[in-house]
């Protein structure tokens, strides 16, 4: 079992700039892919980013490619998401996902077994 706690969103303005954390319980973090999702109101959740056990192999939603950059610190248990040029459409909240199965993860919400709670983004034009 893997507990995820997301951290790090707010209110910030277009343009700005946010730091996503995600701390996971457990000694087998460094065997996980791990995901970032988002959930904007009245939309279905999206994939934003995903990254491999090791970090070697990351993956972006061509909607944050270039803008946001995920990473992770294995000795930390702690995944990261990075958003720079923040828009309006950013807006979001916020979701990390953990799995145990694949080595680079997954755009598909489905490929994960663990989620956190969530951490509110909101970008103001």
């Known amino acids: 079992q893997v507990q995820l706690v997301e951290s790090g969103g707010g209110l910030v303005q277009a343009g700005g700039s946010l730091r996503l954390s995600c701390a996971a319980s457990?000694?087998?973090?460094?065997?996980?892919?791990m995901g970032w999702f988002r959930q904007a109101p009245g939309k279905e959740r999206e994939f934003v980013a995903s990254i491999s056990w090791s970090g070697g192999s990351t993956y972006y939603a061509d909607s944050v490619k270039g803008r946001f950059t995920i990473s992770r610190d294995n000795a930390q248990n702690t995944v990261y998401l990075q958003m720079n040029s923040l828009k309006p459409e950013d807006t979001a909240v916020y979701y990390c996902?953990?799995?145990?199965?694949?080595?680079?993860?997954?755009?598909?919400?489905?490929?994960?077994?663990?989620w956190g709670q969530g951490t509110q983004v909101t970008v103001s034009s």
């Open positions: 457990g000694r087998t973090f460094s065997s996980y892919a």
């Open positions: 996902a953990a799995d145990r199965h694949r080595y680079s993860g997954s755009y598909q919400q489905g490929a994960y077994d663990y």
